[in-house]
Nanobody, 121 residues
């Protein structure tokens, strides 16, 4: 009933930039925290950045100063601007959101399908 659809992944050279987008759709009443996670081959999924509905942000130490998370509440969309990309940023990036639907009282955790980011050296 609630979907997150990511876009913007791809192949980029080290030092380059990419912008990821994630749009939420469905029977949404409100969205609390939205975030981006990533999972590299053979590694656990890790938080990259998150943003609350009021705009408070949180970043992993490894991306501070290089990545910027933002959101458009009216469009139910979260963005991740990634600059100065490094080969170690190569991973599948997943969008995540805490969503209250029109038929539930509590918040549900919803995940996108993931988008691959590959940074070549």
């Amino acid at each position: 009933q609630v979907q997150l659809v990511e876009s913007g992944g791809g192949l980029v050279q080290a030092g380059g930039s990419l912008r990821l987008s994630c749009a939420a759709s469905g029977s949404i009443f409100s969205i609390n925290v939205m975030g981006w996670y990533r999972q590299a081959p053979g590694k656990q999924r890790e938080l990259v950045a998150s943003i609350t509905s009021s705009g408070t942000t949180n970043y992993a130490d490894s991306v501070k100063g290089r990545f910027t998370i933002s959101r458009d509440n009216a469009k139910k969309t979260v963005y991740l601007q990634m600059n100065s990309l490094k080969p170690e940023d190569t991973a599948v990036y997943y969008c995540n959101a805490n969503v209250r639907t029109t038929t539930t009282w509590g918040y549900l955790e919803v995940w996108g399908q993931g988008t691959l980011v590959t940074v070549s050296s």
